[in-house]
C-alpha cells in the first residue's frame, strides 16, 4: 500500500516534470515549435535560453540563416495579388452547392449565387436568383485575421422589401472547426437582413495566405528543459 507521503511526492513530480511533447514560443519576434528533448543541453551550438509563457525555462537551439530569420510582413497589395490567385484557380468556371433543409444554394464564381427547391423527381421549383455578376475582390480584416469579400448584386425583386436580393461573399481560411479534412472547398449560408445574404466560401489553400503565423509554418526548434 503505498503511503500519503509516498503518493504527495508522485503526484507533484509529475505536475513539475510531465509537459507535453510540442509547444510554441516566441524569440526576438520569430514563433517557434519547441520539440521537447530529454537530459541536458549541449553548451554552445547556438543554444539560447528561452521560456514560455508559464515561466518554464529552457535551452533551445536556433540556428543561424533563412530558417531563424525573421518573417517580413506581406503588404495589403502582395496580399491582395496572392489572395486572388488562389481564389481565381480553386473557383473559376466551377460552382459550389450547398444543401440545407428544403432548399439548395448554388454559388458559381463569377456568375451568380441561386436559391432553389429539389424535389424527388428532379424538378426545381421555385428558384430565386440572390445576386449576378462579378465584383472585384477586397481584402479586410477582422478578429479571425484576413479575408477577401466581393458582391453579387441586382438579384431577384424581393417580395417583402420590393429591393433586389444581395449577397456578399466571404473568401476565408476554414476555421479550426470546419470540416474540410476531404474537401478543399466549403460553402456556408445565412440571410443577415431580410433578402440579404452572406456566403462565405472557405478555401484551404488560403490559410498561408490570411494566416501565416499558422502551426503548420512554424519552424521547429530542440529544446531541453532547465531543471528547476
Same mark, same amino acid.
Given at each position: ?29 520569430? +514563433?517557434?515549435?519547441? @520539440? $521537447?528533448? @530529454? ?11 528561452? &521560456? $514560455? ?8 537551439? /536556433? ?26 484557380? +480553386? ?5 459550389? /452547392? ?20 429539389? @424535389?424527388?423527381?428532379? &424538378? /426545381?421549383?421555385? &428558384? ?8 472585384? !475582390? ?20 424581393? @417580395? ?24 478543399? $472547398? ?14 462565405? /466560401?472557405?478555401?484551404?489553400? !488560403? ?20 531543471? $528547476?
Amino acid at each position: 500500500m503505498i503511503q500519503p507521503q509516498a503518493l504527495l511526492i508522485t503526484f507533484i513530480f509529475a505536475i513539475v516534470f510531465v509537459q507535453p511533447s510540442t509547444s510554441e514560443l516566441i524569440h526576438n519576434g520569430i +514563433n517557434y515549435r519547441v @520539440d $521537447l528533448k @530529454d537530459g541536458i543541453a549541449e553548451s554552445g551550438h547556438n543554444y539560447k535560453t528561452m &521560456k $514560455l509563457q508559464n515561466g518554464t525555462t529552457y535551452r533551445c537551439r /536556433v540556428e543561424e540563416g533563412p530558417a531563424g530569420q525573421k518573417r517580413s510582413e506581406p503588404t495589403d497589395a502582395e496580399l491582395q495579388s496572392a489572395g486572388v490567385s488562389v481564389i481565381t484557380k +480553386n473557383l473559376n468556371k466551377r460552382c459550389v /452547392v450547398h444543401a440545407e433543409g428544403w432548399w439548395t444554394y448554388e454559388y458559381c464564381h463569377g456568375k451568380h449565387v441561386v436559391q432553389y427547391h429539389m @424535389d424527388t423527381k428532379g &424538378k /426545381v421549383f421555385p &428558384k430565386y436568383s440572390l445576386g449576378t455578376g462579378p465584383s472585384n !475582390l477586397s481584402l479586410h480584416r477582422d478578429g479571425e485575421g484576413v479575408y477577401f469579400s466581393s458582391t453579387s448584386t441586382e438579384g431577384d425583386v424581393c @417580395d417583402i422589401t420590393g429591393l433586389p436580393r444581395s449577397t456578399v461573399v466571404q473568401y476565408r481560411c476554414p476555421t479550426s472547426g470546419a470540416s474540410t479534412t476531404s474537401q478543399e $472547398l466549403q460553402l456556408t449560408l445565412k440571410e443577415v437582413r431580410t433578402c440579404s445574404y452572406l456566403v462565405t /466560401v472557405s478555401i484551404r489553400e !488560403l490559410c498561408p495566405i490570411t494566416h501565416p503565423n499558422s502551426e503548420k509554418d512554424l519552424s521547429i526548434i530542440p529544446c531541453h528543459q532547465v531543471a $528547476l
